[in-house]
């Protein structure tokens, strides 16, 4: 079954700086890889997502970019600032039929003002 | 987008005891989970809620401590039967969205969670 690893587990970063999460899958037919924001005390919320038919995605201070070749994919985060921090998780999937979300371990990331 | 809700939102109990966690949605969704997180962890898949029908449980979880039941498309419950401490953590409603009633997208959104301690 799929496996999904996640780097690091903590990352802090000055306001203003970038910030980069990196995930690796192991199935190469997973094809759909969202990222998932937690804030403490809150459900995760799904923040940007890619698909297996494009390298990059970006929405406005976050994109994601995914090399199928290598099997990994990678969250950053620009011009950070303190309500950024939270723990980050990446997920992978296949697109066809039921398949369940398979999760990274997560990244607590802290920005500091 | 959907829009999730659980109650309770948390909860301290007792050993021995039983709870019931409930999760509405504000729209009519193909597909619910119930995921589990316990403290500092990632998510863990307890199983798919169907619709008037026994609800799918992954690896490690049964029926019997996991009852589920789904009665209709925008409502479940998940009851965490005879509980232990190791039974602490949040717990998770999710749903994935169908749009035009013809598919399924990925696209899968979590409530806001239950947070459950057990004495």
């Known amino acids: 079954g799929e496996n999904v690893e996640q780097h690091p587990s903590t990352l802090s970063v000055q306001e203003g700086d970038s910030a980069v999460i990196k995930c690796t899958y192991s199935?190469?037919?997973?094809?759909?890889f969202p990222w998932y924001k937690q804030e403490l005390g809150k459900g995760p919320q799904l923040i940007i997502d890619?698909?297996?038919?494009?390298g990059e995605k970006k929405d406005q201070r976050i994109a994601v970019t995914l090399n199928k070749t290598a099997k990994h994919f990678s969250l950053h985060i620009t011009e950070t600032q303190p309500e950024d921090s939270a723990v980050y998780f990446c997920a992978a999937s296949k697109k066809t039929g039921f398949q369940k979300l398979v999760f990274g371990t997560g990244t607590r990331l802290l920005v500091s003002p | 987008s959907a829009v999730i809700s659980q109650k309770p939102s948390r909860d301290i109990c007792q050993r021995g005891t039983s709870l019931t966690i409930q999760c509405q949605v504000d729209?009519?969704?193909?597909?619910m989970f119930w995921y589990r997180q316990q403290p500092g962890q990632s998510l863990t898949l307890i199983a798919t809620?169907?619709?008037?029908?026994?609800?799918?449980?992954e690896s490690g979880f049964v029926i019997d401590k996991f009852p589920i039941s789904r009665p209709n498309l925008t409502f479940s419950t998940l009851t965490v039967s005879n509980m232990s401490p190791e039974d602490s953590s949040i717990y998770l409603c999710?749903?994935?969205?169908?749009?035009?009633?013809?598919?399924?997208?990925?696209?899968?959104?979590f409530g806001p969670g239950t947070r459950l301690t057990v004495l």
């Open positions: 729209s009519q969704v193909t597909m």
């Open positions: 199935d190469s037919a997973s094809n759909y």
């Open positions: 890619i698909r297996s038919n494009v």
């Open positions: 809620a169907n619709q008037g029908s026994e609800a799918t449980y």
């Open positions: 999710s749903v994935r969205t169908a749009r035009d009633g013809q598919h399924v997208y990925n696209e899968q959104f």
